[in-house]
């Protein structure tokens, strides 16, 4: 029955011609398919692509990062600092070491096309040759990882063109490392500890309101020319010879006291001004407390006490009350006055260089042992405590010596220390504490160190002085803000 029906179904002549008709129905169902297939390929292939970008992007975002991260550990830090330096280098290898192990983990597997299957594995070995380097060095790649990166980048391009896929943008603040975060804050603070200061530093470029905790530097506008003096609660400042009190943020033109041609720091905020052969006591409001009296036949002034100006005469120094005319000899024989403040000057004879710590009140003069070769004035190198107990001053060794050092004395004693960090191979007046300024309270004394274009902080009862992590331009002035 089914072979008749068979028969008769091949002798029907409507059944004739179906098989070509069936042959041109596979191909063009196998052409459709692949019409299908192909943009679906391409599609699997492009968001792979993508996913491999991506994990490059944030493999060259962090390699940057790290980069940045240590250009700013080391631009921040001062001699001293090595090992913070380097503890925050290897934090930042580690970090980086430990999210690249992740990245490779997260790249495609099978990949259905051989030049994204070599981009992958080139991705792979530059990323494991970077995470062998970071275990060696944190800033030095090797040749062989540098050419691996450099392969990525073109291999990468080609991709991006065959598929048509851009770059996709990376976000920094998920790829910033974090490992160096509390070393970069310790080394963004200008002292090595907090100090409460506001230090006002009058660099070649005008006049800076430095806070060394918060780690800000700030322009006044205040010229170069500026004169700092700092009494009591008070700003003081001269400007192409003429007188101002200054607000506490220095800025703006503060309060006109007149011509001036020299000012001294006083008692109680108050300040001595000489100008046109003149000399009057005045307070912070610019009002005349003492004088004016003619400064002829007073003598070279050189500093100010409590009890009144210190001047140098040819028989010796002595310390004066220009208005009562009372006075206090203070040395006997020529000498040169190094600095002054409260109760005590500090002074060396002429011929001797012997240095002298001299109480105007008492007379008691005590002698600096070791103190010799002291720089005189106008070259600076010395000062004394707002409080006057400590005298710092900058001095050689011996007379077969060579160098030079800064030195502090304990007043009352007379007894000197070489302060450490402090020592220089020779004798130079410009080495080495030209400009100083103590805070209020007699703890901490800041000095120019020109040798390494520094500001040094010396702590009174510490050995050493140590450099703040700021390098001012050319620094004429320092004055600690009260």
């Not at 310790?186 to 530093?201: H, K, Q």
């Not at 206090?328 to 710590?357: F, I, M, R, S, Y």
């Amino acid at each position: 029955m089914d072979v008749a029906e068979s028969a008769r179904e091949l002798a029907d002549p409507r059944t004739v011609g179906c098989r070509p008709r069936w042959s041109l129905c596979v191909v063009i169902a196998l052409l459709v398919s692949g019409l299908v297939a192909f943009p679906l390929r391409v599609a699997v292939l492009r968001s792979d692509t993508g996913r491999i970008d991506g994990v490059w992007s944030q493999v060259s975002a962090m390699n940057n990062g790290r980069a940045a991260l240590i250009e700013q550990l080391q631009a921040l830090a001062v001699p001293g600092d090595e090992s913070a330096v380097m503890g925050g280098e290897r934090a930042l290898a580690a970090e980086e070491i430990s999210r690249l192990k992740r990245l490779d983990r997260s790249l495609p597997g099978l990949i259905p096309d051989t030049g994204l299957t070599r981009l992958r594995n080139r991705i792979r070995s530059a990323i494991r040759l970077e995470v062998a380097d970071l275990q060696v060095t944190p800033t030095d790649p090797s040749r062989s990882t540098l050419a691996t990166f450099l392969a990525v980048g073109d291999l990468l391009d080609a991709a991006r063109r065959r598929f048509h896929a851009g770059g996709l943008p990376v976000n920094v603040d998920a790829t910033r490392l974090h490992a160096a975060d509390q070393a970069l804050t310790a080394l963004n603070r200008l002292a090595d500890r907090p100090t409460g200061v506001r230090l006002a530093v009058t660099t070649s470029e005008g006049v800076h309101v430095v806070d060394l905790d918060a780690g800000r530097d700030d322009a006044t506008g205040l010229t170069s020319d500026t004169q700092l003096i700092v009494a009591g609660r008070n700003v003081f400042a001269v400007v192409q010879g003429r007188l101002a009190l200054l607000p506490a943020d220095l800025r703006g033109p503060g309060r006109p006291l007149g011509p001036v041609t020299r000012v001294l720091p006083g008692r109680d905020g108050t300040v001595w001004v000489i100008a046109g052969g003149m000399v009057r006591h005045v307070d912070s409001s610019g009002i005349t407390l003492s004088g004016p009296v003619r400064t002829e036949g007073l003598g070279n002034i050189s500093g100010a006490t409590d009890a009144g100006l210190v001047v140098q005469v040819l028989t010796g120094i002595r310390v004066i009350d220009p208005v009562t005319a009372s006075a206090h000899a203070v040395a006997a024989t020529p000498g040169v006055v190094l600095a002054a403040a409260g109760d005590t000057v500090a002074w060396a004879g002429q011929q001797t260089q012997e240095v002298h710590l001299t109480s105007v009140s008492t007379g008691r003069d005590r002698l600096v042992a070791n103190a010799i070769q002291v720089i005189y004035p106008p070259d600076a190198g010395a000062s004394l405590s707002p409080d006057g107990r400590t005298f710092v001053l900058v001095a050689g060794f011996d007379r077969q010596t060579p160098g030079s050092r800064l030195l502090a004395v304990d007043v009352a004693s007379g007894t000197p220390m070489t302060v450490l960090g402090t020592v220089f191979g020779a004798f130079d007046p410009g080495n080495l504490g030209r400009v100083m300024a103590w805070s209020a309270d007699s703890r901490e004394l800041f000095f120019t160190y020109p040798a390494v274009h520094s500001v040094d902080l010396w702590r009174v009862g510490e050995p050493a002085a140590n450099h703040l992590r700021y390098r001012p331009p050319g620094v004429g002035g320092l004055a600690v803000l009260p």
